[in-house]
Every structure is written in structure tokens, then in C-alpha cells.
């Protein structure tokens, strides 16, 4: 869940241009098993560890300026 001003569709979610976005999305790119990034989702490979999506999860979570909470799906 996104926090306003980026939360889609009228934000662009992990997709905006702000800095401190970009930059999350290079460190997020870097985790094993990332496929793709898209505005409101991170995809990863179906067979990946527990411990990298806790990994994700606890990185996202305290991004608190841009999210207000995570889901692993």
C-alpha cells in the first residue's frame, strides 16, 4: 500500500521519477530473484527463498515515507 502522492494509478508507485524512488528501485533490482518492477508490485521468482521475500518485505516496510504497508502474495 502506497501513501499519497504515490499510490496508483494517479501516482506511479514504485515507477515515479522522485530521486529517493529511482533510488530504491536500484537497491530493490539488486535482491536475488527479482524478475520486474511495476508500479504497485515486485515480482520474483516463483521459487524464491523465504527469507528473501522477509528480506523485501522488511526493507519495503521501512521505506515508511512512500509505503504503508506490505503484502506477500
Known amino acids: 500500500m502506497f501513501r499519497d502522492p ?3 494509478p494517479d501516482g506511479r508507485g514504485f515507477l515515479d521519477s522522485d530521486p529517493r524512488v ?3 528501485r536500484r ?5 536475488p530473484d527479482v524478475r ?3 508500479p504497485d508490485r515486485i515480482s520474483l ?6 527469507r528473501t ?4 518485505a522488511v526493507f519495503l ?4 515515507w512512500l ?4 503484502t506477500i502474495e
Open 36 to 38: 520486474h518492477i511495476l
Open 6 to 8: 504515490w499510490r496508483p
Open 53 to 56: 521475500l522477509d528480506t523485501v
Open 22 to 24: 529511482r533510488t530504491l
Open 27 to 31: 537497491v530493490i533490482a539488486t535482491y
Open 61 to 64: 516496510r521501512r521505506q515508511q
Open 45 to 50: 521468482v516463483p521459487h524464491t527463498d523465504a
Open 67 to 70: 509505503v504503508s504497508a506490505v
